[in-house]
């Protein structure tokens, strides 16, 4: 028998319909997979489950969890499956934890809620559930606070309150997509152990169908509210019978089709980094005392030619993002110098660095935070203008901008819209747009796919691809992901603790791993090809 | 947390200094002879020149500064032209009303807003919200001398409750003292917890937007447990904020209560002492002010410390 069973379920939030004839179940000790693109009703099917929709949700349908109506049950019984028989992770570690209490009282919280425990017989089982999700007393005891913690500590503190009172089902949404790679590997490691020990029911939401496929037995694919398929994972994935799921599977292994770099002849180097290294001063831990200095980025150096995309990949907080702050002027080094087209950028004043800023622009990770809501578009995508040698007349500004956003395949007269008129992957254009405005020689881009859909981010790395080879530009990628390293890049730059550890190939490098981070990073990315393999085994 | 301590008082107390030399070079710099001013317009210029020396006046800048602030610290404010008595008495005097009104106008702010906050948040939209919300706007537009002439007509004319006004001072017993105070405290609140009840509200909602309400919501709490565990302490930072401001404005801002009500506060003394020139009395509450919003601000940044553990980590 099920443990939840979701029949017909439909969903509408005002007049939006969310969920349209909805089906879904999960067994005992079964790990079952909700996959679907953002705005596809993954997370509205969790809370539905939890019973903790918005006010203006309306439900129809069944839910039945352990025999118990959910749609019907009163608020009462409901606060009493929530946390006991049913937990909850969610996706953003970093905001998920009260700040102002201590991660005991947190864990300890729900214990003490529904079991009626005494506070000390409450933190001693909270404690418990801290050493099983690795955070051992010696260095996490019960008084600590959230900020205290990583987000990958946060996020098994989490999972110890959703898990605190052995429930009956988990729904984990997103629970790894904040995380770098090895984490995630951890976390999902963690999940299926918790599941193997109690029995435990595991709905695991992700919009990644690899994650998915390594951990889920079974497998439910959600587009606009409506189940595509449903089945067995291995098979479901590998027959691909279905044409959404052949879509999906094939735009998360896209590889953007480009011909041999280009301009690796010309002599010159774009950009030269020489032993840069930067220094933060650490937490002082006495008033007398000077503090201590936390080294963000350890000698690094390295070369740019024109046209050349380069990787440069490492788990978060290895130093990747100060790293390319510095090599676009916006942070100094501690030592150490850097050349762009053989001018030294570092330690020059502002009005000196105008030449080298217009050659080299920046495209951010997240398409929602980085554009002003309050200013059209051709304001935002003309910012980067004044780096110009002659201030362009309004006729020619427009005339630039129609053109950026032509070569981003987005129309012109998309000139007069405001930044909230956009989807996710048509504002990365728009950002894109932005960078190439200038006619760079070099853009940096922080993470620029890993906040969108796979199959947009299938069509942003074409563009990246189609830019490169069509205007010569050459790529910084920062990024953890490494099918999106393999994907766009010719080189990659390894870094762990502040220092590059590795260099070389793109595709040698991950396929032939040495150093010790590199090798980490491949072990735990998650691979479509290498996981339905795997499963396909398991199952015979 | 001692680092943090220490620095906020550090900065209180520079901040303190800083304002007693601005306070002194103001009324260094405004027109007017204190001595002439005693003597009378009939008094000859040796006698002004004589009593400038038995004052003081004639010393050195620098040296006079120093003088008044060993004053302060010793609590010798000097003597009032006017009255002919020692500023401290009339300043302790004055204090006897001006400070216990404001803390109980201060409390029933609290007790009004805080709940009213809570209850507005969490039926936000609603119609329990929008009927707070616009009592709450009266309250911010009505002025307070007006709610002051109806408490007056209600509960003292009236219900014969409370006097209408006048201070019968501590020496008559605490109640019929605190029975004076009750009308112009709550006058004075109303506004107040009107203006706290929005904040309240606002930040409450900022809150109950965060991820952690919802993982508490999940750890299947009830709402209200939600409301009370979670979501008020995270919200007190701008609570705590504009209590700090309503406190300073509190024990000098009343003069028009005062007035209503005939009290003996601060208000009126500063009041009097400005349309009168008597610049000691100026000086001396005026820098007792700004003491005492200080220390106000100083406990304020405390209490965020102890609301918000990230506060005491920090350097």
New interface residues.
Partial sequence: MSLLEIDNLSLTIGDTPILKDMELSVAPGEVMGLVGESGSGKSMTALTV?R?LPHAARATGRVSFDGIDVLAAS??QM??????DI??V?Q?PM????????IGE?VA??IR??TRASRADAEERARKMLDRVGLPSAKFPLSR?P??LSGGQRQRV?IA??CALKPKLLIADEPTTALDVVLQAQILDLLRDLVAESRMGLLLISHDLAVVTEIADRITILRRGEVMEAGDTARTLSEQSHPYTRQLAQASMHVPARARPHGAASGQALLQVESVTRDYPG??TS?LRRAPVIRAVDDVSLSMTPGQSIALVGRSGCGKSTLARMILALDRPSSGTIRFRGETITGKREAELKPARRDMQVVFQDPYGSFDPRQKVEKLVAEPLHVLEKKPTRAERREMVAHALHEVGLDQRDMEKYPHEFSGGQRQRLSIARAIITRPKLVVADEPVSALDVSIRAQILDLFAELNQKLGIAYLFITHDLTVARAITDDVLVMHDGKIVERGKTNEVFDHPRSEAAQALVTAAPDLHRAIARRMQEQG | MTAYLLKRLAIAIATLVLASMVVFAVLEVLPGDPARLMLGLNASADQVELLRNQMGLNAPLGLRYLRWAGGLLSLDFGRSYTYSVPVIDLVRERLAVSLPLALIALALSTIIAIPVGLFSASRRGRAGDTVAMGAAQLGVAVPNFWFALMLIYVFAVWLRLVPAGGFPGWGAGVWPALKSLLLPAVALALPQAAILARVTRSALIEVLNEDYIRTARAKGLPYRAVLWRHALRNAMIPVLTILGLQFAFLLAGTIIIENVFYLPGLGRLVFQAITQRDLIVVESVVMLLVAAVIAVNLVVDLSYAVVDPRLRSRQ
């Fill in positions: 939890m903790l608020e009462d606060c009493a499956l929530r946390g006991d937990g909850m969610f953003e905001t998920a934890l009260n700040p102002v209490k201590t947190q919280e729900g809620w529904h606070y900020h205290e989490v309150i959703a937490r002082r008033l």
